[in-house]
């Protein structure tokens, strides 16, 4: 999962006094610049503790989440493609689109109906749609996605969860009796 850079960093910023946010935000904005994973989260981490004596608040903010806004970078995608990925603006764009567009139906009477104007409004929203910048790297972002899952599910233990039947005469009776 990739979060969204800009809402960390407001979080962040918003724990914040004014006087401290400019330099702050240089340093966020620097380390999710870097391309090398390790060294961002590195700096990201140095940042997190230097806020946590004077801002504890911005420093938790910081902590909290901090490895998924490196999502991208991990996965080694090309950086022109994760700056475009690295926020949610724009599914937040397409979003709006979709509000404004079912915004006059006042009354619902399906999931089959919102699923529609949902989709009027995605159709709405698609002319408004430009390249996604590094377009051309998405099969290579998908192909990331895919060796990085095939990865986790490597090192996540297998469990084998056989039902266990150890029911009494009198609990099958009842199971019986009630079906």
């Known amino acids: 999962m990739q979060r969204c850079v800009r809402h960390k960093e407001?979080?962040?910023l918003d724990h914040l006094p004014e006087r401290d946010q400019p330099a702050v935000k240089r340093r966020l904005r620097a380390a999710w610049k870097l391309?090398?994973?390790?060294t961002a989260l590195e700096r990201l981490g140095a940042l997190a503790a230097e806020l946590e004596h004077s801002h504890p608040g911005a420093a938790a903010s910081l902590r909290e989440g901090m490895e998924e806004t490196l999502t991208l970078q991990r996965l080694a995608?090309?950086?022109?493609l994760w700056r475009t990925l690295s926020s949610t603006n724009p599914i937040e764009s397409m979003i709006g689109i979709c509000r404004r567009t079912?915004?006059?139906v006042k009354r619902w009477q399906s999931g089959d109906m919102c699923l529609r104007w949902t989709a009027a409004?995605?159709?709405?929203?698609e002319r408004q749609f430009r390249k996604i910048i590094g377009y051309q790297h998405l099969a290579a972002l998908a192909n990331a996605v895919e060796a990085?899952?095939?990865?986790?599910r490597a090192q996540t233990p297998t469990q084998t969860n056989m039902p266990t039947h150890h029911t009494t005469?009198?609990?099958g009776?009842?199971?019986a009796t009630t079906h």
Do not use: C, F, K
């Open 10 to 12: 407001r979080n962040v």
């Open 35 to 38: 391309s090398d994973h390790a």
């Open 77 to 80: 995608i090309p950086q022109q």
């Open 102 to 104: 079912s915004r006059n």
């Open 121 to 125: 409004g995605m159709l709405e929203a």
């Open 148 to 152: 990085d899952l095939a990865t986790t």
């Open 169 to 171: 005469t009198e609990q």
């Open 173 to 175: 009776a009842t199971l």
